[in-house]
């Protein structure tokens, strides 16, 4: 399990967390040396969505009285994005050459409005656009979407026009923290547009990090003999779902002169190899990879467009903790010097305090006391997360899963306590005294709400144990214990 080091308040962390708006990821994916695929990928959080609500009714609903009589209804959105692609950095907007267009628009219908609200429920997209390799610039323009759009795999066109760092609120810096992206603003993308460059070094060998799916969400189908394995493309950020397996693909021309690869998985903040794995390709099976045909707009008829023949290999990315990895590539030819892949495993919803070692330890103040934490808080990073470990490791209840259950749970309550019962006058809602009780009791089995003619309002919240009493303290939503379960007496 792993948390970051870079030192930041809980409500820093919050803010920089939160969605600013739409991600669109740009990869090439080589057929040859000279020509590729290039994905294109859209990632739209519901809440980036304006919504409609409305009823929807299918053919065999109009003939059937009872499915009118429900009148269930739903709620439904519609965007459009629109990709026009230049060749080259021109200079001249009159000489320009348009190469391709690609037009994405897409119907999302959910059942309830809370999921309209649901920052990790995500409307997905991936087009694939046949392309020559080259230097390519693209315009982007996008319809009913709120905030601003996320690029990666792509650069700014002018050193003034590089977006914008919500982690710092100021223009764009180097990072390679998982926290903050870089946004463009609408009008930046239409007018100046963004550069695409070949993502792979002449001398470098394609590795495309792919996820196992099943057949309903599939993108990627392989297939030797009649063995079918289906994928997910992960994306020019390598991002792998935290445990999850995931495999690598690498594409037949660029290792057919090659006798073997080495390849491992390695650690650099304990300088260690998790994992190796040494290929002979002779032996090897390579698979006929697919595109999904349904939405992927890969081909202009519709058609599956049969991929060259690939590598895939299977990594133990289940059993790694929330960390970045190296994945390292070795080969036989002569004055080889490893090839270094960054990947990393992501907690898409990971608690907001597992973000920073100093902010996870700083909230164990409500179990633990604050003699035990104030010291640890002194110490080095290395010792804060041997700390860290140490408390939670022990108390995880299925040892044989990547995941912590209890430290969730925990690093959870936090948050809702947070988002639920922060107030004008008591910000850090984690701090307030339904907060507290809340992270340490969990959600109560009753709440009941009164509302005395000559007193302020209460609220019962109903436990296992009892009864706890609080009572507005201002007209704001802040609410203080006035009462707790009496202990049983013999």
Not at 77 to 85: A, G
Not at 107 to 116: A, F, G
Not at 347 to 359: A, G, R
């Amino acid at each position: 399990m792993g948390v970051y080091a870079q030192k930041s308040s809980y409500l820093q962390l919050a803010q920089s967390t939160q969605p600013k708006g739409f991600d669109i990821d740009f990869d090439w994916f080589y057929v040859n040396t000279d020509s590729a695929l290039l994905n294109v990928f859209v990632q739209i959080p519901l809440q980036q969505l304006a919504f409609q609500r409305e009823n929807i009714i299918s053919n065999e609903e109009l003939l059937d009285s009872e499915s009118l009589e429900k009148n269930d209804s739903k709620y439904i959105t519609t965007y459009e994005i629109n990709l026009e692609i230049y060749k080259g950095d021109y200079e001249d907007q009159n000489t320009r050459e348009l190469v391709q267009r690609l037009f994405i628009v897409d119907t999302v219908i959910v059942d309830t409005y809370e999921q309209t609200l649901n920052p990790y429920l995500n409307s997905h997209h991936l087009s694939s656009i046949p392309l020559d390799v080259g230097t390519y610039t693209l315009h982007i323009t996008y319809q009913f979407i709120k905030g601003l759009a996320s690029l990666t795999g792509v650069s700014p066109r002018k050193e003034n026009d590089s977006g914008f760092d919500f982690r710092s609120n100021n223009r764009r810096k180097k990072s390679d923290t998982h926290l903050g992206k870089s946004f463009y603003a609408a009008s930046s993308l239409q007018e100046n547009g963004v550069l695409l460059k070949p993502s792979i070094e002449a001398d470098q060998i394609p590795v495309y990090f792919l996820e196992q799916a099943d057949y309903e969400t599939y993108q990627y189908l392989s297939q030797q003999d009649n063995e079918l394995s289906y994928f997910t493309w992960i994306g020019s950020t390598n991002r792998v779902s935290y445990g999850s397996t995931a495999s690598i693909a690498v594409p037949y021309y660029s290792i057919s002169h090659l006798n073997s690869l080495d390849i491992d998985i390695y650690d650099a903040t304990i300088d260690s190899i998790l994992w190796n794995k040494k290929i002979t390709l002779a032996s090897h099976p390579f698979y006929s990879l697919r595109s999904h045909s349904k939405g992927s707009g890969i081909s202009s008829d519709g058609h599956d467009v049969l991929m060259h023949n690939f590598l895939i290999i299977e990594l133990p990315t289940e059993k790694l903790n929330n960390s970045t990895y190296q994945l390292r590539v070795s080969t036989d030819a002569e004055a080889n010097t490893p090839q270094i892949i960054k990947f990393h495993t992501y907690w898409k919803d990971m608690p907001t305090s597992l973000y920073q070692i100093d902010v996870a330890i700083d909230m164990l103040r409500f179990i633990v006391g604050d003699e035990t934490i104030d010291p640890v808080l002194k110490q080095s990073n290395k010792e804060k997360l041997a700390f860290f470990n140490g408390f939670w490791n022990p108390k995880d209840p299925i040892a044989t899963t990547p995941e912590n259950e209890l430290m969730t749970e925990y690093y959870r309550r936090i948050d809702y306590a947070y988002k639920t019962f922060s107030t004008t006058s008591e910000p850090e809602g984690y701090q307030s005294d339904q907060g507290q009780l809340y992270i340490k009791m969990g959600p109560p089995l009753d709440i009941e709400r009164s509302f005395p003619t000559n007193g302020n309002v209460r609220e019962i919240w109903t436990y296992p144990n009892g009864e706890y009493i609080f009572t507005a303290s201002s007209g704001f939503g802040d609410f203080k214990l006035i009462s707790t379960p009496q202990k049983l007496t013999n």
